[in-house]
């Protein structure tokens, strides 16, 4: 019986992920490729509907399918198929949804209980040098997706938050030194990033009143960084998105990129995860000689302006806010004012805080350029 040759392209039916492949028509059809080798019947091939010259051929037992665009090799194997364009017998079709099915659920599965669970595991053995490098990666990303705006560092102020920083996490045990950054934009918002690198966007410096304000929203994201949430957000992140690309076909490494650039900045961490930082906030604040309760104020007004403006975009999109949540954060600056000294005037001078408000002064522009957030992702 003559041979016939040509090239394809195989398709396993589980995933979008096209394989290079030689076809050679015998009386069965063999398939070749790197780390691949199927050897089918005849008698099992049917034509998927395609326009030519393309011919995809799939096998009436599994998911599985070959393409090529070679006329003489698809007349060959029409005269050697009888059953090549019969209609598919029920129990083959149903085992192939079944099948697509199946993948399509272990994908969804895995996405929100396995990757999560898996994160919490990953986290805490990722070395401090590859957290660092990946804090760095992401920080440019979020900055891209918010229309790169510009780093406000003026001297002084720049001075009095780097000093903040210090009075906060005294004496505590941090993953690495923070590294915290202020850049211009008209969303109130910060964020905790890997490598301990966290991000205050001006307009939240301009809505608070107070250092002490201020400090309990640097301190809550501080608490995130101890806790290790921002590592752990992002590997879920990743992994979710490449177990969702599998499916989709798109295994690209700037997909996944954007898509980890984005839940870093909308990170929605647990109702646990949100209770540590608030305590572990309200804990530094006081400690430094500041009102821990400032930092449930400063939440209460936001909330307040979010639902007087519908639709603002803020720090509580991601930092769920609510009244219960408030009276905790009261309860607990007032068990720590027991056990520790009643607040004291501020953890800033007035002095200090008029210059950390001027950080970004008002002569530049109000947001980071043409680009805007993604809506939702804040």
């Known amino acids: 019986m003559e041979a016939f040759s040509t090239t394809g392209t195989f398709f396993d039916g589980l995933s979008a992920r096209p394989r290079p ?9 063999e398939i070749l490729g790197e780390g691949l080798r199927r050897d089918w019947s005849l008698l099992d091939l049917r034509a998927a509907d395609t326009a030519p010259p393309l011919l995809r051929i799939l096998q009436a037992e599994g998911p599985e399918s070959v393409e090529f665009a070679d006329v003489a090799f698809a007349d060959a194997l029409k005269a050697r198929c009888p ?44 070395p401090q040098a590859a957290e660092a490098q990946l804090g760095r990666s992401v920080e440019t990303q979020i900055v891209d997706l918010l229309g790169d705006p510009p780093a406000c560092n003026e001297a002084p102020a720049r001075a009095v938050l780097d000093r903040l920083t210090a009075r906060l996490t ?15 934009h008209a969303l109130a918002n910060a ?23 201020l400090a309990g929203i640097l301190a809550h994201e501080f608490g995130h960084v101890v806790a290790r949430d921002p590592i752990r957000a992002v590997i ?14 798109d295994l690209t490494g700037s997909t996944v990129l954007v898509t980890i650039g984005q839940a870093a900045i909308s990170a929605g961490y647990s109702r646990d995860a949100e209770r540590a930082a608030d305590a572990f906030a309200v804990a530094a604040v006081q400690r430094a000689g500041g009102d821990g309760a400032a930092l449930a ?33 009261r309860a607990l600056a ?41 809506s939702e992702t804040l």
């Open 21 to 29: 492949v030689t076809l050679r028509l015998t009386f069965r059809l």
């Open 83 to 126: 059953d090549l364009y019969r209609a598919e017998r029920q129990g083959g079709l149903t085992r192939l949804v079944l099948w697509s099915v199946a993948a399509g659920v272990s994908v969804v599965l895995a996405a929100l209980y396995g990757v999560p669970a898996a994160s919490g595991v990953i986290a805490p053995l990722v």
């Open 170 to 184: 005294e004496g505590m045990t941090l993953p690495a030194i923070p590294q915290v950054s202020v850049r211009r």
């Open 191 to 213: 964020m905790a990033l890997p490598g301990a690198r966290v991000i205050l966007l001006s307009d939240i410096v301009a809505k608070a009143r107070n250092g002490d304000e």
């Open 236 to 249: 879920t992140a990743g992994g979710t998105s490449f177990l969702l690309s599998l499916v989709l076909g």
């Open 297 to 329: 104020a400063i939440l209460e007004r936001i909330t307040k302006a979010e639902d007087e403006k519908p639709g603002a975009i803020s720090f509580l999109r991601s930092h769920p806010f609510t009244a219960e949540r408030a009276a905790r954060i």
């Open 334 to 374: 007032r068990d720590g004012q027991v056990e520790h000294k009643p607040a004291g005037a501020g953890i800033l001078s007035e002095a200090e805080w008029q210059s950390l408000r001027s950080i970004c002064p008002e002569s530049k522009k109000p947001d980071g350029g043409k680009k805007t957030a993604p």
